[in-house]
């Protein structure tokens, strides 16, 4: 960040750090680290053919989140990373009050903000560059349901594995 950032201190509007993603070539074989030794519960899992992945998160004492995301398919982004980095951390994502007024102020704070998607009203997401972020992707999200209604929008139960 830059001198001119300093103003712009609270002002994304983070309400909290909602989860820390993992890639991983297997969620299956994560699951005895990530859940049978560290004690995570499975509490969210969506799988994206059409973008090359899926993903489960984990809920640990206090309410912290590790979403741990596998491809899927031939291609997408996750393998490209997989290739690339090997497994480990991909991005965090904190949940925002208002995403566009988020991205307004981050962008004026001089971070590149790409991959912006307002289409869902139950997600919203941008992220921040890992080249403005430290080596991190940053996923800055605006959700109208609650942590309790996102777990049943996004149900494990339609992970086989867990």
């Given at each position: 960040?830059?001198d001119r950032?300093l103003?712009?201190?609270?002002?994304?509007?983070?309400?909290a750090?909602d989860h820390?993603?993992?890639a991983?070539r297997?969620?299956?074989a994560a699951?005895?680290?990530?859940r049978?030794?560290?004690?995570?519960?499975?509490?969210?899992?969506?799988?994206?053919?059409?973008?090359?992945?899926m993903?489960?998160?984990?809920?640990?004492?206090n309410g912290?989140?590790?979403e741990?995301l596998?491809?899927v398919?031939?291609?997408?982004?996750?393998?490209?990373?997989?290739?690339?980095?090997?497994?480990?951390?991909?991005?965090?994502?904190f949940?925002v009050?208002?995403?566009a007024r988020?991205?307004e102020?981050?962008?004026?704070?001089?971070?590149r903000?790409?991959d912006?998607?307002?289409?869902?009203e139950k997600?919203q997401?941008?992220?921040?560059?890992?080249?403005?972020?430290?080596?991190?992707?940053?996923?800055l999200?605006?959700?109208?349901l609650?942590?309790t209604?996102?777990?049943?929008h996004?149900s494990?139960t339609?992970?086989?594995?867990?």
């Amino acid at each position: 960040m830059t001198d001119r950032a300093l103003p712009l201190v609270g002002e994304l509007g983070v309400l909290a750090l909602d989860h820390t993603a993992i890639a991983v070539r297997s969620i299956a074989a994560a699951l005895p680290l990530y859940r049978d030794l560290l004690g995570g519960q499975p509490n969210g899992f969506e799988r994206l053919d059409e973008r090359g992945f899926m993903w489960l998160t984990l809920r640990y004492p206090n309410g912290a989140q590790v979403e741990l995301l596998e491809p899927v398919g031939s291609a997408g982004f996750l393998h490209g990373f997989l290739e690339r980095y090997g497994e480990g951390p991909h991005h965090m994502t904190f949940i925002v009050a208002d995403l566009a007024r988020a991205v307004e102020r981050a962008r004026a704070a001089g971070l590149r903000v790409v991959d912006e998607d307002y289409g869902d009203e139950k997600w919203q997401e941008a992220f921040i560059s890992p080249r403005s972020a430290f080596g991190t992707i940053i996923q800055l999200a605006q959700t109208a349901l609650s942590p309790t209604e996102r777990e049943r929008h996004w149900s494990v139960t339609s992970y086989k594995s867990c």
